[in-house]
């Protein structure tokens, strides 16, 4: 259990949901009934969610290693690496994720023919890698780039899936669906932007000792919960605007959002105007953790809007 607690088994289970979700809930539904190609066949997009993971699970155990001083201070019940898992095999660990999810990412662009992609993998590893050990302690840099990777897990199967597939014939109709996948994608990088900035708050002491400099320690931790609450602000606003403009004649996905996307984020709002302690903190980033999982499910409901 120690070793699935490491790799952040639950996390990388949503990764993979959302994967799935963008292949077989808003892709090969409309294979047949618009002009739509595909790339990738069951094995071929099996081989991806596994580069992927293996990439996010070295991703966590690097972080877990250089976060030990951190996490003795803020968690000292849930300190994994140098406890029950020791640093050299963490290390091992680390080591052998990366290099498989890279090999797979390797095989994988040589059997789509775009050898190219292969760099893709090869950039989301070093990237993992230079965020746990330089980039985090950045005012917002660090949040910054790790939404992006986030945000490059769902834009990745566009890229594979999408883009290789593409002819004259098809061209609109591959832009249009990869355009609903980037839509999705930044709707995850502002939420997780969000949720970093909250994680900061939550481990401002820690980190300040580890001489980090987070948005609260170089502002103070009451100007950064206020941060929070206009970038939550920001967000209600685009999600009403994205409503108004793309889904306002599809009453049940304009239902959905309002009862299950908008309804949790003006909670947010509202605690992240008041937050002061850390459970009020872990609840907001749990609830956008949450928002983030419903929003992305709503791709499902995507054949109401393009076939309605």
Do not use: H
């Amino acid at each position: 259990m120690n070793f699935l607690n490491l790799i952040r088994w639950k996390n990388l289970l949503l990764i993979a949901l959302v994967q799935y979700l963008i292949k077989y809930t808003l892709l090969e539904p409309f294979l047949g009934t618009v002009n739509l190609s595909v790339t990738l066949s069951f094995f071929g997009f099996t081989l991806l969610v596994l580069a992927t993971l293996c990439l996010a699970a070295a991703g966590y155990i690097i972080n877990d290693i250089y976060d030990i001083e951190i996490d003795k201070v803020n968690r000292p019940e849930r300190v994994i690496v140098g406890n029950s898992i020791s640093e050299k095999t963490a290390n091992t660990l680390f080591i052998t994720f990366n290099i498989a999810g890279v090999l797979i990412g390797f095989y994988l662009s040589n059997l789509i023919g775009k050898n190219g992609f292969f760099a893709l993998f090869v950039i989301i590893s070093a990237l993992l890698y230079i965020y746990a050990t330089y980039l985090k302690q950045m005012l917002l840099v660090g949040n910054f780039v790790i939404s992006i990777l986030v945000a490059l897990s769902l834009i990745i199967v566009g890229l594979f899936d999408l883009l290789p597939a593409i002819t004259p014939e098809n061209q609109e109709t591959q832009i249009t669906f990869f355009k609903i996948i980037l839509d999705y994608a930044v709707f995850a990088f502002v939420i997780n932007f969000i949720r970093e900035i909250v994680k900061d708050i939550e481990d401002i002491d820690g980190e300040y000792k580890a001489g980090f400099n987070t948005l609260p320690i170089a502002f103070g931790r009451n100007r950064a919960i206020k941060v929070v609450f206009a970038l939550s602000i920001m967000l209600l606003f685009g999600v009403v605007y994205y409503i108004i403009t793309f889904l306002y004649s599809q009453l049940l996905v304009v239902a959905y959002f309002l009862t299950f996307i908008m309804a949790p984020l003006i909670y947010i709002c509202i605690k992240s105007y008041t937050a002061e302690t850390k459970k009020e903190l872990r609840l907001i980033s749990n609830l956008l953790k949450l928002v983030m999982l419903i929003g992305i499910l709503s791709m499902a409901l995507y054949q109401f809007v393009l076939l309605g």
